[in-house]
């Protein structure tokens, strides 16, 4: 499973971003899509028009994951372990997320989630 950080989602449903072609070409592999609730409010945070939200829900066939108990758990745990700078909350929930769903997280800033990866999350390569 891939997750897919706001970033992707944002580029999915527009055409004109520079990494839609890079978003597409997640869509074409066998691997279903998934999002944290967390990426998902990031994208929300924009106005997107209907039928883009529902084309998007239609893609994640994963679906969108709640952020629970577990995941706050272990995002507090992240957070704390990889320095708690501020700029990271989100970046560590959204990291606990991916791991907790046994996913791949797919974003364009890798670099801002690469002091998650020792603590188990797995970073999509990024073409």
Not at 38 to 52: N, Q, T
Not at 101 to 127: C, I, Q, R, W, Y
Request: glycine share 6%; hydrophobic share 45%.
């Amino acid at each position: 499973m891939i997750h897919l950080d706001a970033n992707l989602l944002i580029a999915l449903v527009k055409r004109s971003d520079v990494h839609h072609p890079v978003a597409a070409g997640l869509v074409s592999r066998e691997m279903p899509l998934g999002s944290s609730s967390i990426a998902w409010m990031e994208f929300r945070s924009k106005p997107v028009h209907p039928a883009e939200k529902a084309a998007l829900q239609a893609l994640l066939s994963a679906g969108v994951h709640p952020f629970d108990e577990a995941c706050a758990d272990l995002a507090g745990k992240l957070y704390h372990l990889t320095g708690s700078k501020r700029r990271t909350r989100l970046d560590s929930m959204i990291a606990a997320s991916a791991i907790l769903a046994g996913a791949e997280l797919a974003t364009v800033n890798s670099g801002d989630f690469t002091s998650f990866v020792p603590h188990g999350l797995k970073l999509l390569p990024f073409p």
